[in-house]
């Protein structure tokens, strides 16, 4: 996810800006698709596959260059 992040920054697709004002909409979105990776429905393995995925969407955010004007 950071490689995809940084090479869409560099392409201008996507700004630091941009990644820090959807944080609330990616938390969401990893979220169901941590559900819907997870084999169980219990709230523990929920967290353990959505963490490291809001980990590398943290990473994204510091690895996409700044815009500049």
Not at 34 to 48: E, H, N, R
């Amino acid at each position: 996810m950071p490689s995809l992040a940084w090479v869409l920054g560099k392409l201008g697709v996507v700004s630091r800006e941009l990644l820090k004002s959807w944080r609330r909409y990616a938390v969401v979105v990893l979220l169901v698709l941590a559900a819907l990776i997870t084999p169980t429905g219990d709230p523990f393995t929920l967290m353990v596959v959505f963490l490291p995925l809001y980990g590398l969407y943290e990473l994204s955010v510091l690895v996409v260059p700044r815009r500049t004007i």
